[in-house]
């Protein structure tokens, strides 16, 4: 009687062991595939992505394509992201443009620029960088030649730089899928 | 050791799972529009079969009939999900690449099949030569379908942003329907075709 439970209870026993020890390897190595993602992380570059992607925990960066790949805390695909410089009014303008696919824009970080400062805060102001939010990637140019953005007044140069800036990044998007 | 070799051969040529056992179908056909996605996933399916296919084996003595099928499955899904992980860290682009078809490596009848009626039947020895022999018949079929896909739809071959070469007339008329799914159909059915008409690959 007891040999008969003990062989029924075998393969209900094996499931559970093989189950248990299942899930205790993919924790393991998640724990040491996460410490390898983060020591790879520049904390900058993060911290500009999340700019983009608040929910950015992880990215991955492309050394051919110069995309970056982000990922959020339950390691899924949150979208893509790449950099793109041109000349403003007196200097150049670098920003981080952020897709969620290859049709959307989710939204632009400028990272560098000097131009004049209140020039630059008429951008600000009349929140210029917001128009670019949720665009899809064929409206990125200027009203004027076909496109959906609109230049600040008294600041045109600087808005043509920032615009110029997105279109240079978005060239990469050719990597994407 | 012949028997071994034998038994490596067997799963590149008598028993390839793509031409003759026709498994594993849907990557061969989805997964080939460059060679450089072929061998990924080729790699990341040599790798998830050999380990099933050791740890099926050395565990088959204690697995009962009864749960033979569950087992394998616990066991290959943990490996492809190690797997997908591995490649997120490593080879991300690649992950990307093969978007999908990576943690679909779970569902392959390649992997179960060979897990479940092979090696749980076979010692460790012989089910490691057949994983292997299946493995790298798996892979050489689609690096061979990717390539001809991608040499006449492009006009050249390129892998991991190393052109090989480009042909010269092709490179600039290239036959499109080939790195569409229908050339994949076309490219698979021909060298199905081809090799049966040559004896290289017989029915069993």
């Known amino acids: 009687m007891r040999l008969r439970w003990t062989r029924a209870l075998y393969p209900a026993l094996l499931l559970v062991v093989l189950t248990a020890a299942s899930i205790a390897s993919l924790v393991a190595m998640a724990g040491y595939t996460r410490a390898v993602l983060e020591s790879q992380q520049n904390p900058e570059t993060l911290a500009a992505l999340q700019q983009v992607f608040p929910e950015a925990t992880f990215y991955s960066f492309d050394i051919d394509t110069e995309v970056y790949t982000v990922y959020n805390n339950g390691r899924t695909h949150i979208g893509y992201a790449f950099y793109g410089s041109k000349w403003g009014y007196i200097s150049n303008i670098t920003v981080l443009v952020g897709l969620e696919d290859s049709q959307t824009i989710r939204g632009i970080y400028v990272t560098k620029q000097l131009e004049s400062p209140q020039y630059w805060k008429r951008l600000v102001d009349k929140n210029f960088f917001d128009q670019f939010d949720g665009i899809k990637v064929a409206d990125c140019n200027l009203e004027r030649y076909g496109g959906i953005l609109d230049t600040v007044t008294g600041a045109t140069y600087s808005s043509r730089g920032v615009v110029a800036a997105v279109q240079d990044a978005l060239t990469k998007i050719e990597y994407i899928d | ?204």
Request: charged fraction near 10%; proline fraction near 4%.
């Open chain 2, 1 to 204: 050791m012949s028997a071994w070799l034998k038994q490596l051969a067997n799963g590149v040529i008598s028993a390839n799972p793509v031409l003759v056992l026709a498994l594993g179908l849907c990557p061969a056909l989805a997964v080939t529009a460059s060679l450089e996605q072929a061998l990924g996933l080729g790699a990341a399916v040599a790798g998830v079969l050999l380990a099933s296919s050791i740890i099926v084996s050395l565990l088959r003595r204690i697995i009962p009939d009864s749960v033979r099928l569950p087992v394998v499955l616990i066991i290959v899904a943990t490996l492809v999900s190690i797997t997908y992980m591995l490649f997120q860290t490593f080879f991300p682009s690649m992950q990307q690449s093969l978007g999908i078809y990576l943690p679909l490596i779970a569902a392959y009848c390649i992997v179960l099949g060979r897990a479940e009626g092979f090696a749980a039947r076979n010692t460790l020895l012989r089910s490691i030569a057949d994983a292997l022999g299946m493995a790298f018949g798996f892979a050489l079929v689609l690096a061979l379908v990717a390539s001809i896909r991608e040499i006449l739809g492009t006009g050249g071959l390129e892998v991991f942003n190393n052109q090989l070469f480009t042909i010269p007339g092709l490179s600039d008329n290239p036959v499109y329907i080939f790195i569409l799914p229908a050339g994949a159909f076309l490219t698979i059915g021909l060298l199905l075709a081809l090799f049966r008409r040559m004896g290289v690959v017989k029915h069993e």
